[in-house]
Each structure stands twice: as C-alpha cells, then as structure tokens.
C-alpha cells in the first residue's frame, strides 16, 4: 500500500506479502487450459479437499466463478432464486441473465441478513408452462460482513432440495464467516469452512479479498458439474494459461492468512468501538471485517465531505448514506486508531 494510507475501501486492495510473491515466483507451471500446470490442479484438489468436495475450478474472478455456477445449474429459461443485496444478482452486471438467459428471483432480506424460509417457498414455481423453471437457490456467506446462522443456511439448503432445487454459495468471505463462527467454539476455521460448505451443491470462494492474493477465486462441487463450469469459463474466457503463478499466490493464501483473519476482525471491532463514542455517528458492531457506519439524519449530508475528510488524512473508505470501511492484511492498529482520530476530528471540530 502507498506509505501513509489507510486504505479501508476493500480487502481487496491488499498487496501480495514478499513470502506470497516468492511462492508465486517458485511454481511450477505449465499450460492450464491443457490442464497440465500443476499448481493449478494441486491448489483445485487441496481447495476441494478441504471443503468436502469432488472437484474445483480455479477462475480469474468471483463474479466468473458466480457466473460460471448459475449457468451450471441453470439452462436457458431457468432461474435462480438469490437475496436482493447478494453479489450474484446486484453486483454482477446481470450477468446470469445477460449470458445466460437465466431470470434471477430475487427476495427481500430480513434484518440479518436471511431470507424467510416462507419467502424462499413461495418464490419457488410449480411446475407450470407459464413459469420459468426453478433450479437453483444461491446463498451468500459472509452477506456484507455479516455471519450467517448455521441452522438457517441448513434450512434453506434443506427446503431448495425438498423441491428439487440445487444450492450454490457465494462465499467470496467463506474464511471470514468461517474464523468467526470458529471463535468460542471448540473447533477450528477449517472445519467451520467445511460445516458451512456441506449444504451446498456447489460453492465459490475468494482468495483476493481477505486471503491476500493478487487475483483468483475457486468454484467447488461435484466433477459433473466442475466439468460444466469448466465450459462455461471457456466460453466466458476465463480459462488462463500459466495461471499456476496466480494460483500459487492462492494456496500460499489457504496455508498461511486464513487464521489469521480473526487479526482483522479484531480490527473491525477497535474500529467499531473508537467510532461509538462519536456523536452523530452509529457504528454497527461488526461480526467479521467489515463495519458499517450510519450517519444520524443532521450528519448525512455530510457523508461526501466526511469521505473527502478522511482521504486528505490518508484513510480511505467508501459508501454514501452508509460508509464501509474494511480492515485487511495491510492495515494495522495504529492505523484504524488514525481512522479513529480522524472521524472524531471531522465531528468534533
Ligand atoms: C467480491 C465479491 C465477489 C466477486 O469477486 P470479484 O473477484 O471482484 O469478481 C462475489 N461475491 C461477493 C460476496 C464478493 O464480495
């Protein structure tokens, strides 16, 4: 990171650590589209290994990765019932339905962040030549930050099967909600990340945000449909070539800055806690990496000035009416206490 920034506006604005790069610069490689790189297919069966699954895809990206597993559960006319704020139907360009021809069914989310299980059962269609088909339920874990509950992942999981429906999740922050809902139980990240993977049909996973890799992501399921998503991201143009040195950066990432992330949880929650105390500010307490900030209704129209504030102090952060800030590999805790400093300053001046 430039010297002097706070950079909170993502996770993924983190620099590869000088171990990763070396890893990096010492794979093995070899031509992936082919399927002989090596580290690619070693980082595919450790990743799959570890959450339970037959097969997995390396990809450029999660958007890709989504994409890729929507259109492998889901054909022409089809569609996919998924959360209104969830990244594989806000964020992702419409993708699904723009390369797909799938119609997204989107549902209002409850205040954690869940969906109501009735909600999600009246979504699904009969069987009936005036709907589209129902396929697929896609879930998202961590969904802004926020831990989703076991038993409701379950549930929901549950109810799709009941009606025929594949389950895909969008666990760009997997290790996130997995770290978190490790804590104060007598298991560990690893085991979480497979408890929350096993509902799932099939699952994706970030390594550039919090794990701290320059780019790539995984999708995860069975080798019938890993073998669909591989055509898929042929066709989308996202099959790499060497991508073992991408993919090295990865499995760097799975062996060494998964624990770790409980570091910028604790960095979420000293962030969360320095702005509770400054008026005019609300601060969600944030159950991963992530802090929401509210501005009580006189501040909000300050929010743009509160941004550029902070900016010419070195502490980036996004967001309008909510700010977002999020800790990562690169900032430390005299850095989120200048974020801290400098919010109070803008209020308090
Ligand atoms: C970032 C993100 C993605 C997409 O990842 P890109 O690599 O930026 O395409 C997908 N889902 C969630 C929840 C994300 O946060």
Redesign the pocket.
């Known amino acids: 990171m430039a010297a002097g920034l706070v950079d909170l506006r993502s996770d993924?604005v983190t620099r590869p650590t000088a171990a990763m790069r070396e890893s990096m610069m010492a794979a093995p490689l070899g031509d992936d589209v082919f399927g002989d790189d090596p580290t690619v297919n070693a980082l595919q069966d450790k990743l799959a290994g570890l959450l339970g699954f037959e097969a997995a895809l390396f990809m450029p990206?999660?958007?890709?990765s989504?994409l890729c597993a929507v259109l492998a559960h889901c054909g022409r006319g089809d569609e996919y019932i998924v959360g209104q704020m969830q990244?594989?139907y806000r964020?992702e360009a419409g993708g699904a339905a723009v390369l797909g021809s799938v119609q997204p069914q989107p549902i209002a989310h409850q205040a954690d962040g869940t969906l109501a299980l009735a909600d999600i059962e009246a979504a699904i269609k009969p069987d009936d030549p005036h709907f589209a088909r129902s396929r697929l339920l896609a879930l998202?874990n961590t969904l802004g930050g926020q831990l989703m509950p076991m038993e409701w992942l379950r549930a929901a999981c549950g109810l799709a099967a009941s009606h025929g429906l594949g389950r895909h999740l969008?666990g760009?922050?997997l290790f996130n909600a997995a770290v978190a809902q490790a804590e104060g139980l007598e298991s560990d990240a690893l085991a979480e990340a497979r408890r929350i993977a096993a509902s799932f049909d099939t699952v994706?996973v970030?390594f550039?945000?919090g794990l701290g890799a320059p780019a790539g992501?995984a999708l995860c399921g069975s080798r019938e449909l890993i073998a669909r998503a591989r055509r898929i991201r042929k066709m989308a143009g996202g099959a790499m070539r060497q991508s073992g040195m991408l993919a090295a950066a990865a499995a760097y990432a799975l062996d060494h800055h998964v624990e770790r992330l409980a570091e910028d949880h604790a960095l979420a929650r000293r962030l969360a806690e320095g702005l509770a105390g400054i008026e005019g500010v609300q601060a969600l307490p944030p159950h991963t990496n992530i802090v929401f900030v509210e501005l009580q209704a006189a501040a909000r129209e300050r929010a743009g000035a509160l941004l550029e504030h902070l900016a010419q102090r070195g502490v980036l952060a996004t967001g309008l009416y909510k700010l977002r800030f999020v800790t990562h590999l690169d900032v430390d805790v005299a850095g989120i206490d200048r974020a801290v400093a400098a919010v109070r300053e803008f209020f308090e001046a």
């Open positions: 993924t990206t999660g958007t890709q989504n990244h594989c964020w998202e969008d760009a922050r994706s970030c550039s945000k992501s």
